[in-house]
């Protein structure tokens, strides 16, 4: 029985998500680890049958992976993995260029807006990463410390390509993120009282808004309806005004640039009491 590491399970749950057999992955890694390499050498580091061995290294050179460099008996060589991020990001960059060009071609309805409901944890952070990479302007979360640190790197290459980043929460999280305000509450402490939530708006457009728990029956929503982004907005707009006043900080600047999309509310209120409304007198 062959024992992996915690790391080479890891490089074969995800190559297979790429669509390599299990066979391919543990291959690969075998040859990686110790080569040149015959076949037979390869099924005994492997764990591969030696009747399927030579199948896998047959597949594998024709994928680019790994290269036959003689004969009698055949050796291998991998791919170093630096140049096998090259080969897969090319590959799936034309798969996607394909496919977006012949969704172009697609006859269909258009919608005006889309609203999709995620299941699933890992779903709300692939789809959080997703939103925080595609932002063009802003990118404003209101998120707890576990999800945040899995959304780091994300957000943090978003405040470093310019992105406007404001990180509200009312638990510890890392000063690196953007802009951030934070009542510093311990994490275990407020689970004592709430579940985690996440609502993140990109550009004033996208939304995901939802539970936020580590299970595969975690809801959440995406969005790009004009009502339900606004909705989200007016809410983060009320948690960071009450930030401001409980922690004396001064938030105009974030409050003014999350609500310059919305109705103007305070001028239209002033406007009434100074000028009166169509049909009626100040004094009415």
């Known amino acids: 029985?062959?024992?992996?590491?915690?790391?080479?399970?890891?490089?074969?749950?995800?190559?297979?998500?790429?669509?390599?057999t299990l066979s391919d992955a543990r291959a690969y890694i075998a040859l990686l680890k110790e080569h040149p390499a015959t076949g037979?050498?390869?099924?005994?580091?492997?764990?591969?049958?030696?009747?399927?061995?030579?199948?896998?290294?047959r597949r594998l050179v024709g994928l680019g992976l790994i290269n036959e460099i003689q004969q009698n008996p055949a050796r291998f060589l991998p791919l170093p993995p630096e140049k096998l991020f090259e080969l897969l990001e090319s590959r799936f960059t034309r798969s996607l260029d394909s496919l977006k060009t012949a969704m172009s071609k697609l006859e269909r309805p258009t919608t005006d807006a889309t609203t999709w409901t995620l299941i699933g944890y890992s779903g709300l952070l692939e789809q959080a990463e997703t939103l925080i990479r595609n932002a063009r302007r802003s990118v404003h979360i209101s998120v707890w410390r576990r999800e945040v640190m899995a959304l780091q790197p994300a957000l943090e290459r978003a405040a470093a390509r310019g992105i406007d980043v404001v990180v509200f929460?009312?638990?510890?999280?890392?000063?690196?993120?953007?802009?951030?305000l934070s009542?510093?509450?311990?994490?275990?402490?407020?689970?004592?009282?709430?579940?985690?939530?996440?609502?993140?708006?990109?550009?004033?457009?996208?939304?995901?808004?939802g539970e936020a728990e580590p299970t595969e029956h975690n809801r959440s929503v995406v969005t790009d309806e004009p009502t339900l982004v606004e909705m989200a907005v007016s809410n983060l707009v009320l948690d960071i005004t009450l930030f401001g006043e409980r922690k004396h900080h001064d938030v105009s600047a974030i409050v003014g640039r999350l609500t310059e999309l919305l109705a103007?509310?305070?001028?239209?209120?002033?406007?009434?009491?100074?000028?009166g409304t169509p049909?009626?007198?100040?004094?009415?």
């Open 183 to 209: 009542y510093d509450i311990g994490e275990a402490e407020l689970e004592a009282h709430w579940q985690h939530k996440l609502i993140l708006i990109c550009d004033h457009e996208k939304l995901l808004v």
């Open 169 to 180: 929460s009312f638990t510890q999280v890392p000063e690196t993120l953007g802009e951030v």
């Open 279 to 284: 049909g009626r007198t100040a004094a009415s």
């Open 40 to 57: 037979y050498e390869l099924a005994a580091r492997s764990g591969v049958p030696r009747s399927a061995i030579y199948t896998v290294l």
């Open 1 to 20: 029985m062959i024992v992996t590491s915690e790391a080479e399970q890891e490089i074969v749950d995800a190559m297979k998500t790429l669509n390599f």
């Open 264 to 275: 103007p509310v305070d001028d239209l209120v002033l406007g009434g009491l100074s000028g």
